[in-house]
Nanobody, 121 residues
Framework: VQLQAFGGGLVQAGGSLRLSCAAS????????RGWYRQGPGKQGDLVAT???????SYRDSVKGRFTISGDNGRSTVYLQMSSLKPEDTAVYYC????????????????WGQGTQVTVSS
C-alpha cells in the first residue's frame, strides 16, 4: 500500500491550498483517512480525519478554515485549506487506517511521504 501526497507549496497568509493524497495497492478496506502535520520544532498533530462513512473531525485551530473530503471509497482524500496562517506552516502527512485482507487484525496505519506547506506573513 502506498500513499502519495500532492499540493503543498508556498502561500501568503490568508491564501488557500488544496492537498490531495491518493492511496494505491491492495487495499481491502479503509476505515479512516487523515491528515497530520509537523511544524518546525513541534510535535506532530492530527489535523483532520474522515471515516469511511463520511464523518469528519478537525483540530480546533483549523475548524472553519480547513475541509477534509474524499471520494466514495476514500482512496483519494483532499484537504482544502483556506485563510492560511503562518502557524499552519508544517510538513503535512496523509494517513490511512486500513487493511489489505478481510482479517480485522490486519488493520494498520499507512503513511504518505509528506508535503511541505509554508505560509508567509
Amino acid at each position: 500500500v502506498q500513499l502519495q501526497a500532492f499540493g503543498g507549496g508556498l502561500v501568503q497568509a490568508g491564501g488557500s491550498l488544496r492537498l490531495s493524497c491518493a492511496a494505491s495497492g491492495n487495499l481491502f478496506s479503509i476505515k479512516t483517512r487523515g491528515w497530520y502535520r509537523q511544524g518546525p520544532g513541534k510535535q506532530g498533530d492530527l489535523v483532520a480525519t474522515i471515516t469511511s462513512g463520511g464523518s469528519t473531525s478537525y483540530r480546533d485551530s483549523v475548524k472553519g478554515r480547513f475541509t477534509i473530503s474524499g471520494d466514495n471509497g476514500r482512496s483519494t482524500v483532499y484537504l482544502q485549506m483556506s485563510s492560511l496562517k503562518p502557524e499552519d506552516t508544517a510538513v503535512y502527512y496523509c494517513n490511512a487506517r486500513a487493511r489489505t485482507t478481510w482479517d480485522l487484525a490486519d488493520e494498520r496505519h499507512y503513511w504518505g511521504q509528506g508535503t511541505q506547506v509554508t505560509v508567509s506573513s
